[in-house]
């Protein structure tokens, strides 16, 4: 089978950066959310991007015709009608998540391959919510996938190699550089390093040891990096790592006062570099002024 019609449900900032992607390709893309407000925010982020495609790409100039080309839709089985892949970038929820594998599978043509950009999640922990076990894995990408080209392609000990194989080719179609994993692992290849980065940094944090920007000093002076921890919470999104230390909350103080930490932030609307502030301002970000490591 190829691939040709690819619906992406989640318009989030990671979802939305899939769909652009993918459209920019060539892809016929349509856009899932839950309501018409979703769908106007990811309308936003998609027009975000445009500066940055259109200095990224030698053609960046038909990144402005991207959009125009893209469905959208609040209704799931308008959205997977006639869709070769489901993209799934919906939030980092076990109950979210199974709830909407239960009605995917309801509604979408059996040719349709499943496939999650879950973060931390397993294929195997919502198999039991899918009717094509065989056809369901993760693909993965990173944020700003555009030039952090990455996508990580797993699946679980049900899926078929065909289907593997037909995500790593879409993935190079898609422009990314596919790294097929050989079995689960939470996290994938690069969460599995960044993580815990992050997580040892935000403890640093929450625990009064240091403030964010003195431990992204540290960190790039040390290793080189062009960015700390921090800077990486920014591009990430609070969100995200606010859910993750949520799931870990009950019984770890630590956790518990990273979950406070960023929802005061959060409530605040400082949820990073597509709000305008996160731990740092932007467009211009302390950490790459001349005098910031200094």
């Known amino acids: 089978m190829t691939i040709k019609n690819v619906t992406i449900a989640g318009g989030g ?3 939305s950066q899939i769909a652009f992607q993918t459209a920019f390709s060539g892809f016929n893309v349509t856009l899932y959310d839950i309501n018409d407000a979703a769908i106007e925010h990811a309308k936003e982020l998609l027009a975000s991007y445009m500066p940055e495609f259109q200095a990224f790409y030698d053609d960046g100039d038909r990144a402005t015709t991207v959009i125009d080309g893209m469905s959208f839709n609040t209704d799931l089985a308008q959205a997977v009608a006639d869709a070769d892949l489901v993209i799934e970038a919906i939030p980092e929820s076990i109950k979210i998540k199974s709830e909407y594998y239960t009605e995917l599978s309801k509604v979408a ?37 555009w030039k952090n080209n990455n996508a990580e392609i797993m699946g679980h000990a049900g899926t078929a190699d065909e289907y593997l194989e037909e995500l790593v080719a879409f993935a190079r179609d898609i422009r990314m550089v596919p790294f097929r994993l ?37 960190w790039m002076i040390a290793t080189g990096a062009p960015q700390g921890p921090f800077a990486i919470l920014d ?34 609307g400082k949820t990073g570099t597509t709000a305008g502030e996160g731990f ?12 910031f490591l200094k």
């Open 13 to 15: 900032v990671l979802g």
């Open 109 to 145: 043509p059996e040719k349709t391959i499943f496939a999650t950009n879950s973060s931390t999640f397993l294929p195997s922990q919502f198999v039991e919510y899918v009717n094509r076990p065989e056809k369901f894995l993760a693909i993965h990408f990173a944020n700003q996938i």
């Open 182 to 218: 050989y079995k689960e692992q939470h996290g994938y290849i690069l969460n599995s390093l960044l993580v815990p980065l992050l997580d040892a940094a935000q403890k640093l944090w929450v625990n009064g040891v240091a403030d964010p920007h003195t431990i992204d000093k540290s």
């Open 235 to 268: 591009v990430v999104g609070l969100n995200t790592p606010y859910n993750l230390a949520l799931a870990k909350a009950e019984g770890d103080q630590d956790q518990a006062r990273i979950v406070k930490a960023l929802k005061e932030m959060i409530d605040a």
């Open 280 to 291: 740092y301002t932007y467009p211009n970000p302390e950490f790459i002024q001349d005098n």
